[in-house]
């Protein structure tokens, strides 16, 4: 059994590299905190004899070897970077409960038949540098190194260069080691479980997502000479668009449609002055890449109407699109069946949130555990779950890993 | 007849302080570039023998003697502070005007009965430190001293601290010289006059403003997980707000509403997180009072709609309150007989802008001469009027200013 104090001491440790104001973290991928917080974990990784290799985009490989190392290693993992205001549990516990799993095997000397492998993805959120799981991505071959090394945050300031800042860009051939199969536990982060009293969702999937980075172009002008009929207000139209592609998601019957516009910036904002220019971000999801399909279109007529209406030029351009992902049955079923066998209370789901699981099941049998939230928030400084839920999680974390490494 | 060509010179000298890339200029209030352009004028002045004198918030006062002094002065002017993509003649015309009818007294040797006066009143666009007009209303008793030097930009600096910086503070008394009349000289900012082929505005009021601050508080969340039906979103309520409000005044058959919102800013925005907080500004005007408290109610019953629709919590602050304004019946007829006597094409209208006037009309005989502006462009770096209009517009000050300091 896993010992769920240790892991919880290990969470809160966590927490407080890059600690916010209001109980939650803040390590945007590749800076120094997020980098700090890595450091802590090669250092605890350290204390049970694993070491560290990394590869050219940052991620972290800590191998425990098994009784056959010629096999490919059965693993887990997750991130440890967080959005700007993150919580404390997003990404870190995928990780975590993989330290705390291979300090049972090592305080119980268990050797198991395949070599583990617990991983750290960089930038996983995509808030500093979009697209999100931009590293598992680029292991699995979605992304190549040199599209990833070349992406920008918001100062311009490149990926590569980010990354060559923190010391761990490594040798590990991209893609390598190859996995024989890979599990991620992951908080919810939505309200299902915690609203139908169960406390484990054996994820079968995960729904598509779309990004979109959007400029509108009006005509600065005065505020009180400009009649309403001569504007072309930016912002006036970016409200449109949010309200109106808000409304069809809000209306669709399903609740499967997601709209979400997390970025909104005004160039050159002054109090009289009409808007020339608006820069906007665009999340659209769905359960369904048909249907995500139409949304998409939705996007873009509403988008045509804005020109119609307001005699702005819109410029929308798509950098993300993540398909509907099904994970393997084989994986699947083995934490099932670790579910099962604790007689726990769980149902399967789909995900709503990436993960890098997502690109890793591209090239490896892959599935997800999920535990509930506290109110289902998450991307919130309030994010929680009880250290029970951590330690449930980790414990099924840990019997499927076990299944995996001995079939 | 003044000199249009060293007129325009001026103008152009001018705009070169603090250009921008596009032909603009931004001079915000109290900045080392506003500063710069007062400096060169304070030279261009002391060339003709009118030394600078400066009261406790900012205003520069020039006086040019005249056969009486014991007689209170006949005042011209305007502000030099632009928007921070300002165009090159908003404010500065009627400055520049004023200096050019100076040189041409100067150059002909003329002396008035009554002393002149050219005024430069500080942060009259309101876009650095809101709200607008500052300065001249501290003038007019409006605003009281302490208030105004309390004033803070977005980066929290006082009015009081940024111009303790320019080193033009000066200690003549708040509210003198006490004036025998004011004319100030601008741009329409509109598109009136060059529709109806005029070359004069005789501005016979101005229209009633309100601006507001307003925070909405939301919940962040994660976008990909939290079903429509469970967001709180901050944007989401923003945009409904504004669509709805820009709607009404878009709708309003008089054509004399008028909304706009100038600046929003999204609380550390992420693309795959709901929006928590949205600040924004609210800029609303009406030739109509009671109109514009009609509007004003529309504002709170959309905002009592977005609690209702998203419960979000909205704070709006009310923080100008600029009433509808009539000029003083002397000075438009000494402006209207100005323009007649040389056969102008002109109206009356009422400007849809803030003004320096409207606050110095509480305490002196005011009123204002507008010349057309290309396309009714103006705070935009695109602002343009001809040498001609603008010499006309001056040569109509001069006419006025003389009438009033010979009256
Ligand atoms: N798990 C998670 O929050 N991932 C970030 C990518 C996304 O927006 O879904
Ligand atoms: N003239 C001018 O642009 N003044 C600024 C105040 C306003 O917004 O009307």
């Given amino acids: 059994s896993i010992d769920g104090q240790r892991l919880w ?13 209001n109980g939650g973290s803040n390590r945007l991928a590749l800076t120094p905190e ?3 917080g890595r450091q802590q974990l090669i250092e605890w990784c350290a204390g049970i004899g ?5 590869d050219a985009v940052g991620n972290l490989f800590f191998r425990r070897p098994g009784a056959r190392d010629d096999l490919e290693p059965a693993a887990v993992g ?7 205001k993150g919580g404390r549990f997003d990404g870190v516990l995928g990780v975590l409960a993989g330290l705390e799993v291979f300090r049972t095997l090592h305080d119980h000397q268990i050797v198991t ?4 492998e617990l991983i750290v993805w960089t930038n996983e959120e995509g808030s ?3 697209p999100a799981m931009m590293a598992s991505g680029t292991y699995a071959g979605v992304f190549t190194v040199d599209e990833t090394l070349a992406r920008q945050d918001e100062q311009g300031i490149s990926f590569g260069q980010a990354l060559e800042e923190t010391g761990m860009k490594g040798s590990l051939p991209i893609g390598k080691p190859r996995l024989a199969s890979f599990l991620e536990l992951h908080i919810e982060q939505g309200p299902v479980l915690e609203e139908e009293g169960l406390d484990i969702g054996v994820v079968t999937g995960v729904q598509g997502m779309r990004w979109f980075d959007l400029t509108i172009e009006g005509n600065a002008a005065h505020a009180g000479t400009t009649p309403m009929a001569y504007r072309h207000d930016a912002l006036a139209a970016a409200a449109r668009l949010i309200d109106r592609l808000y409304a069809i998601a809000a209306d669709d019957p399903s609740g499967d449609s997601k709209v979400t516009f997390g970025c909104l910036e005004v160039d050159t904002p002054s109090r009289n002055v009409i808007p020339a220019q608006v820069t906007l971000t665009v999340d659209l999801r769905h359960v369904h890449d048909d249907q995500l399909d139409t949304l998409e279109a939705r996007f873009y007529s509403e988008l045509d109407a804005l020109v119609e209406a307001f005699g702005v030029v819109v410029t929308p351009q798509r950098l993300w699109n993540s398909p509907v992902v ?4 084989h994986c699947i079923a083995s934490i099932e069946h670790a579910t099962r066998a604790r007689g726990i209370a769980y149902r399967r789901m789909l995900s709503g949130a990436g993960h890098d699981a997502v690109y890793v099941s591209r090239v490896a049998p892959t599935a997800m555990i999920f535990i509930p939230c506290r109110d289902g928030i998450s991307h919130n ?6 250290p029970e839920q951590c330690a449930l999680g980790t414990q099924v974390l840990c019997d499927a890993l076990l299944h995996n490494a001995n079939d």
Avoid: W
């Fill in 78 to 84: 997750s991130h440890l970077d967080t959005q700007p």
């Fill in 381 to 386: 400084e309030a994010e929680y779950s009880t």
């Fill in 128 to 130: 500093r540098f979009a």
């Fill in 326 to 329: 099904a994970f393997n049955d």
């Fill in 34 to 36: 997020d980098t700090a």
């Fill in 9 to 21: 001491s290990s969470l809160m440790a966590m927490a407080e590299i890059g600690a916010t104001p």
């Fill in 50 to 54: 694993c070491h560290v290799r990394s």
């Fill in 113 to 116: 038949e395949r070599p583990l």
